[in-house]
């Protein structure tokens, strides 16, 4: 009697934990499994969660078929890479799948406030303090949040720098770029491309006026360089909602939306997730 109870209660478990971990969605990203990419890693079965390279990773089902939804680091090597997968029985198994190489072209930009391009001390003690409140917000995995994989773009405009460019500022080397910016007038409307929760916003020293927004099991997305910013921490958004205006605060040389993609803690190619 007490195995039997103790294998309704591990079967029980099981599909609870099965259940959560199947997130139906309507439509996926396009796969483009390249350092800034993204890879659709069908699972082969039920798994219960995903890791890859120490972050969790989304699962989802579409059309009867689980996938891993993989970001990848733009400093990822080309080559086989692999995801470790959870299964309802307690054990484990792997997929794998191959990292294209791709070349990013460069932009250079002049910046006219050399603390932008040369930090301080001073700034550099701000800059280190919020780089770890926005980590932490990076890190969020809510499983109470439906991810939508295909979106509208946040503004409208055009797309003056796109994601991955290896930028110099004022002909110094800079991280590349990790988001897709788009050109706009000062004070045009910014709208949420999908539901989620306001997890940060603030003033930062580069990103001017930001906000990160949560979308669930690890999809978040960045807003910088606002005018305004209209939503509050902890603030539950619906998709279409207005969440703030174009401006040129921070580190910019004109007004525009920086718009980033996170997807298991990695920032991705933002182009990849837009419905045309």
């Known amino acids: 009697m007490k195995t039997r109870f103790h294998l309704f209660i591990a079967v029980l478990c099981a599909a609870l934990l099965q259940q959560a971990a199947a997130v139906e969605i309507d439509a996926l990203p396009l796969d483009s499994a390249v350092p800034g990419g993204v890879a659709l890693v069908p699972t082969g079965g039920h798994a219960i969660s995903a890791?890859?390279?120490?972050?969790?990773?989304?699962?989802?089902?579409?059309?009867?078929?689980?996938?891993?939804?993989?970001g990848i680091a733009l400093?990822?090597?080309?080559?086989?890479?692999?995801?470790?997968?959870?299964?309802?029985?307690?054990?484990?198994t792997h997929r794998s799948f191959t990292v294209s190489d791709k070349k990013y072209v460069e932009q250079r930009l002049t910046i006219t406030?050399?603390?932008?391009?040369?930090?301080?001390?001073?700034?550099?003690?701000?800059?280190?303090?919020?780089?770890?409140q926005m980590?932490?917000?990076?890190?969020?995995?809510?499983?109470?949040l439906q991810p939508v994989l295909r979106m509208k773009a946040?503004?409208?405009?055009?797309?003056?720098?796109?994601?991955?460019?290896?930028?110099?500022?004022?002909?110094?080397?800079?991280?590349?770029?990790?988001?897709?910016?788009?050109?706009?007038?000062?004070?045009t409307?910014?709208?949420?491309?999908?539901?989620?929760?306001?997890?940060?916003?603030?003033?930062?020293?580069?990103?001017?006026?930001?906000?990160?927004?949560?979308?669930?099991?690890?999809?978040?997305t960045l807003y910088c360089h606002m005018n305004t910013i209209d939503v509050s921490p902890g603030q539950r958004v619906e998709s279409g909602e207005q969440i703030g205006e174009v401006g040129q605060?921070?580190?910019?040389?004109?007004?525009?939306?920086?718009?980033?993609?996170?997807l298991n803690n990695t920032r991705v190619d933002p182009a990849l997730f837009i419905q045309d």
Do not use: C
Not at 51 to 58: D, G, K, S
Not at 163 to 172: A, I, V
Not at 249 to 262: D, E, F, Q
């Open 51 to 70: 890791q890859y390279r120490n972050n969790r990773v989304l699962l989802a089902e579409h059309e009867g078929v689980q996938y891993a939804i993989v």
């Open 249 to 262: 605060t921070g580190r910019v040389t004109g007004p525009h939306l920086h718009w980033s993609i996170n």
């Open 113 to 132: 406030n050399e603390r932008q391009v040369n930090p301080n001390t001073e700034d550099m003690t701000r800059i280190n303090r919020e780089s770890a």
């Open 189 to 220: 409307p910014i709208f949420a491309p999908a539901g989620g929760v306001v997890r940060a916003t603030g003033n930062y020293f580069f990103n001017g006026n930001t906000i990160i927004l949560d979308h669930g099991h690890g999809l978040i």
């Open 154 to 187: 946040p503004v409208e405009g055009v797309r003056s720098s796109s994601f991955g460019l290896r930028r110099f500022f004022n002909e110094q080397p800079r991280a590349p770029h990790s988001g897709m910016d788009i050109a706009a007038p000062e004070g």
């Open 75 to 92: 400093n990822a090597k080309p080559g086989e890479h692999e995801i470790t997968l959870r299964l309802a029985d307690g054990g484990q």
């Open 135 to 144: 980590n932490e917000a990076f890190a969020s995995w809510d499983e109470g």
